[in-house]
């Protein structure tokens, strides 16, 4: 069993930065590979990022590639999202969520955090 918390959502201007972070509870997590998925407004949830247990494969949507960085702590039980040259469609509600699979598919993913929001202002 693993339980998620996300933080370190907020307010930010177009072109800024956030990190978002992960916290993880329960041994068995740094066996589970972890990913980020948002879901704005009237929209569907869709794939961010996600990287292995062992944070040596990673993984991001072609909407985000080369301005967030994904990334896990498995001493500290905690996985991160480091977001850059933020757009407002970057707005949403982002989850962090693990699995034992390695997938970029919502589905696969049983263990899910509540969400932190994220607003990006233009």
């Known amino acids: 069993q693993v339980q998620l918390v996300e933080s370190g959502g907020g307010l930010v201007q177009a072109g800024g930065s956030l990190r978002l972070s992960c916290a993880a509870s329960g041994r068995t997590f740094r066996s589970y590979a972890m990913a980020w998925f948002r879901q704005a407004p009237g929209k569907e949830r869709e794939f961010v990022s996600a990287?292995?247990?062992?944070?040596?494969?990673?993984y991001y949507a072609d909407s985000v590639k080369g301005r967030f960085t994904i990334s896990r702590d498995n001493a500290k039980n905690t996985g991160n999202l480091q977001m850059n040259s933020l757009k407002p469609e970057d707005t949403a509600v982002y989850y962090c969520?693990?699995?034992?699979?390695?997938?970029?598919?919502?589905?696969?993913?049983?263990?899910w955090g509540q969400g932190t929001q994220v607003t990006v202002s233009s």
């Open positions: 990287v292995s247990w062992g944070g040596g494969s990673t």
């Open positions: 969520a693990a699995d034992p699979v390695f997938s970029a598919t919502m589905a696969e993913y049983d263990y």
